[in-house]
């Protein structure tokens, strides 16, 4: 089934980011990551395609910058998708590869026409400290 | 149901000589079927069709969005100033203002003498994506890739299906096109129809300097007609600048491609039976 016309045009800006954004729908799949996010996962779109909200938890595992697990709720893209508005957070990601990265990460909803709750972009800044 | 092309021009009436043929009123489209009467958009081609309306209880409008080539005729639609007639007009909201707030800012002074609430019978009826009932039709309306919101519709009675997005980019920033359905702007709304009226404003070398300005090149919508597997493309709203021999010459040689569909270059007062 075809995208709300939101997402796609988001789809389109985010291929042209250089920035790694990430695109999800209301249930928190990942619908759809650039080629910067496929660098920084480690994931091939065209290979590995849309993922599941369940899986993404098991494939990406995130952390406080001291090692603490963070509470899912206090995630960006949980907070733009459950609480609707913007969020930002400073975390450790685990890629496909095992390496950890040091990231902040910016969650915005995204609110279509008619108030529809469509789904959230994140984005992703590497520390340059590592 | 049948389907007769009233204003097939976009952007701007261009009457003259020099578009005889394909006509230079703006879009709007008649769609009957068993004595019911839907108009799709309200450019100045609606003005033609007042007349048709004649001793009808109810007229319906479908406006694809509020640009003013889809609505400046609305005020010189003679139903909607007699009071025996009900007329229904479906349209789009933006993202703050209903239907009778973006119409009532042409529908008002200066823009027009008459004020949208002394219209005489008319219902405002702002829609959503999603699917609705219209008198025997049932339509189907999301959004589509054009600036501002932007509908385009799907009519299905009977089993069979009228497509109709006369101003359509869904090509935008795509790196490549047609691309995956799923992330095609209006394929849910295209797929399978019977017939489909189209946007196909520009040339590929106009559409260079026109990125953005939300219409497809011809070949953009000969892309799109093939991946939907319509049976019949109708190319619709066409640029103002763009005279008959233009468009003839366009059409000969897009007759000359073997295309998996029928092509029609949408030329005013041609009818389908759909």
């Given at each position: 089934m075809a995208q709300p016309i939101e997402m796609i045009l988001l789809r389109q800006w985010s291929a042209y980011q250089a920035l790694p954004v990430w695109i999800m729908d209301v249930h928190g799949d990942l619908l759809y990551y650039n080629e910067p996010a496929e660098e920084l996962l480690g994931l091939r779109y065209d290979e590995a395609g849309a993922i599941h909200a369940n899986d993404l938890a098991a494939r990406f595992e995130t952390t406080n910058l001291d090692g603490t697990a963070i509470d899912t709720e206090k995630l960006p893209i949980v907070i733009a998708l459950t609480q609707r508005h913007p969020a930002h957070a400073e975390m450790r990601i685990r890629t496909e590869?095992?390496?950890?990265?040091?990231?902040?990460i910016t969650a915005f909803p995204v609110e279509g026409l008619g108030e529809r709750h469509l789904g959230a972009v994140a984005m992703f800044w590497e520390n340059p400290d590592g | 149901m049948r389907v007769t092309l009233s204003g097939t021009r976009g952007s701007l009436a261009a009457a003259?000589?020099?578009t005889v043929r394909y006509g230079g009123d703006t879009a709007s489209v008649l769609v009957t079927t068993n004595g019911f009467f839907l108009a799709l958009d309200a450019g100045s081609g609606i003005r033609r069709l007042g007349p048709m309306a004649n001793g009808r209880k109810r007229v319906d409008i479908l406006l694809s969005h509020l640009h003013m080539d889809h609505i400046q005729g609305l005020g010189f639609f003679d139903p909607v100033f007699d009071p025996n007639v009900e007329v229904h007009i479906w349209g789009?909201?933006?993202?703050r203002l209903d239907l009778e707030q973006l119409l009532g800012r042409y529908l008002s002074p200066p823009l027009f003498p008459v004020r949208i609430r002394e219209l005489a019978a008319v219902v405002l009826h702002d829609v959503q994506p999603g699917s609705f009932q219209v008198g025997p039709f049932l339509v189907t309306a999301d959004y589509v890739s054009h600036p501002g919101a932007t509908l385009g519709y799907?009519?299905?009675h009977d089993g069979r299906v009228l497509s109709y997005l006369?101003?359509?980019?869904?090509?935008l920033g795509a790196q490549e096109f047609p691309a995956d359905p799923d992330w095609t702007s209006g394929h849910?709304?295209?797929l399978d129809a019977n017939l489909l009226i189209h946007d196909a404003q520009y040339t590929d070398?106009?559409?260079e300097q026109r990125q953005g300005w939300g219409h497809s090149t011809f070949d953009h919508t000969l892309a799109i007609a093939e991946q939907c597997r319509v049976d019949r493309l109708v190319t619709f709203h066409h640029d103002p600048s763009h005279d008959d021999d233009m468009l003839d010459s366009v059409a000969a040689e897009i007759t000359g491609r073997s295309l998996p569909f029928d092509f029609v270059p949408g030329r005013a007062g041609t009818a389908f039976d759909v």
């Amino acid at each position: 089934m075809a995208q709300p016309i939101e997402m796609i045009l988001l789809r389109q800006w985010s291929a042209y980011q250089a920035l790694p954004v990430w695109i999800m729908d209301v249930h928190g799949d990942l619908l759809y990551y650039n080629e910067p996010a496929e660098e920084l996962l480690g994931l091939r779109y065209d290979e590995a395609g849309a993922i599941h909200a369940n899986d993404l938890a098991a494939r990406f595992e995130t952390t406080n910058l001291d090692g603490t697990a963070i509470d899912t709720e206090k995630l960006p893209i949980v907070i733009a998708l459950t609480q609707r508005h913007p969020a930002h957070a400073e975390m450790r990601i685990r890629t496909e590869q095992g390496s950890w990265r040091h990231l902040h990460i910016t969650a915005f909803p995204v609110e279509g026409l008619g108030e529809r709750h469509l789904g959230a972009v994140a984005m992703f800044w590497e520390n340059p400290d590592g | 149901m049948r389907v007769t092309l009233s204003g097939t021009r976009g952007s701007l009436a261009a009457a003259g000589p020099e578009t005889v043929r394909y006509g230079g009123d703006t879009a709007s489209v008649l769609v009957t079927t068993n004595g019911f009467f839907l108009a799709l958009d309200a450019g100045s081609g609606i003005r033609r069709l007042g007349p048709m309306a004649n001793g009808r209880k109810r007229v319906d409008i479908l406006l694809s969005h509020l640009h003013m080539d889809h609505i400046q005729g609305l005020g010189f639609f003679d139903p909607v100033f007699d009071p025996n007639v009900e007329v229904h007009i479906w349209g789009p909201g933006s993202v703050r203002l209903d239907l009778e707030q973006l119409l009532g800012r042409y529908l008002s002074p200066p823009l027009f003498p008459v004020r949208i609430r002394e219209l005489a019978a008319v219902v405002l009826h702002d829609v959503q994506p999603g699917s609705f009932q219209v008198g025997p039709f049932l339509v189907t309306a999301d959004y589509v890739s054009h600036p501002g919101a932007t509908l385009g519709y799907r009519l299905e009675h009977d089993g069979r299906v009228l497509s109709y997005l006369p101003d359509h980019e869904p090509a935008l920033g795509a790196q490549e096109f047609p691309a995956d359905p799923d992330w095609t702007s209006g394929h849910d709304l295209m797929l399978d129809a019977n017939l489909l009226i189209h946007d196909a404003q520009y040339t590929d070398a106009e559409y260079e300097q026109r990125q953005g300005w939300g219409h497809s090149t011809f070949d953009h919508t000969l892309a799109i007609a093939e991946q939907c597997r319509v049976d019949r493309l109708v190319t619709f709203h066409h640029d103002p600048s763009h005279d008959d021999d233009m468009l003839d010459s366009v059409a000969a040689e897009i007759t000359g491609r073997s295309l998996p569909f029928d092509f029609v270059p949408g030329r005013a007062g041609t009818a389908f039976d759909v």
